[in-house]
């Protein structure tokens, strides 16, 4: 067994049902559980990880590393404090005021 796999501080954030399916597997995960300023830390990695995921992806696989992208802003907004329902509302409230991304608008600077 690798240093990586059994020292704190090693790994990295998985869904919670991954040592179910590892043992399933008929594997032994080795896991901890991290505190709260490594859990914050190791959900801003697992972010820009599903992130770059996201922008290797094919059109086919997008949509699942999508998906991989809200499942970990959500739980970034309720280590925030911030449920669905309000998140949802801080970017009804930035869209209301400062528009989305539907218009397709690229700016190029001033004159």
Request: avoid cysteine; charge should be negative; hydrophobic fraction near 40%.
């Amino acid at each position: 067994m690798s240093n990586a796999e059994t020292t704190p501080g090693a790994g990295k954030l998985v869904r919670d049902r991954i040592p179910e399916i590892i043992r399933n597997d008929g594997a032994d995960p080795v896991t901890y559980i991290a505190g709260p300023d490594e859990y914050r830390a190791r959900l801003r990695e697992k972010l820009r990880e599903e992130v770059a995921e996201f922008l290797e992806a094919d059109d086919v696989s997008a949509p699942g590393e999508l998906a991989d992208v809200a499942e970990v802003l959500l739980a970034l907004a309720a280590d925030l404090g911030i449920n669905r329902e309000q998140l949802e509302a801080i970017r009804v409230a930035k869209a209301s005021e400062r528009g989305g991304f539907a218009g397709r608008i690229v700016w190029t600077g001033n004159r």
